[in-house]
Every structure is written in C-alpha cells, then in structure tokens.
C-alpha cells in the first residue's frame, strides 16, 4: 500500500498563488508516476498534471500551463504543485494520486491506484 498526504490548500485571492504538497509512504517503490487532479463543486474530478518520480517528466492539462508546475523531491518521497495567477475557476479540492508507470492514460483518474484525502483549494475573486 501507498499512503498520500496532500497539504497546503487555504484561501486565496485571485491572482495570487499557492504551494500544495503530496507527501508519499509506505510501498512508494511500486509507484512511477504522480498526479494532480481536482474536483470543483457539482463537477467532475480532472486531471492537472503529473510527474515521473524516476525522470522527471511532465504532463499538463492545457487549463493549467504556464500557470502550475509539477515538481518532486525524491528524497522526501514528496510531489509539489505550485499554482500562480489563480482564478476562482481554480477552485477546487486538489488531490495527488500515485500510480505504476508512465503512458497515455496518464490524464485518466482510474488509471491511478492510490489517493490521498484531498486539500480544498478556494479562490476569492
């Protein structure tokens, strides 16, 4: 099993930025791949982005390039997001989902094995 711990989420203006954190645990060797998704009231949960833990590769939903950027400390088994210019559009629990490898159904929620709790993100506007 995986243990995923998101933090980082509050209340912030629009334009403004946040940090969200995704700390893993547990059998983290059986997982490559991180991920960022979101789910704003009355919606769907949607992809955001992910990262390699191996190399470092990155993927973006295109509603957050430019904008978000996937990193990881691979020393502290920990994922970041780091998000500037939110919009209230932004707002949205955020949560980190781990899974085995890299591929094309890397955008795809059910292609993840693991979650975390969720951090709720808000945007004032």
């Known amino acids: 099993q995986v243990q995923l711990v998101e933090s980082g989420g509050g209340l912030v203006q629009a334009g403004g930025s946040l940090r969200l954190s995704c700390a893993a645990s547990g059998r983290t060797f059986s997982t490559n791949v991180m991920g960022w998704f979101r789910q704003a009231p009355g919606k769907e949960r949607e992809f955001v982005a992910a990262i390699s833990w191996s190399v470092g590769s990155t993927y973006y939903a295109n509603s957050v390039k430019g904008r978000f950027a996937i990193s990881r400390d691979n020393a502290k088994n920990t994922v970041y997001l780091h998000m500037i210019r939110l919009t209230a559009e932004d707002t949205a629990v955020y949560y980190c989902?781990?899974?085995?490898?890299?591929?094309?159904?890397?955008?795809?929620?059910?292609?993840?094995?693991?979650w975390g709790q969720g951090t709720q993100v808000t945007v004032s506007s």
């Open positions: 989902a781990a899974r085995s490898g890299w591929g094309p159904m890397i955008s795809i929620d059910s292609s993840y094995d693991y």
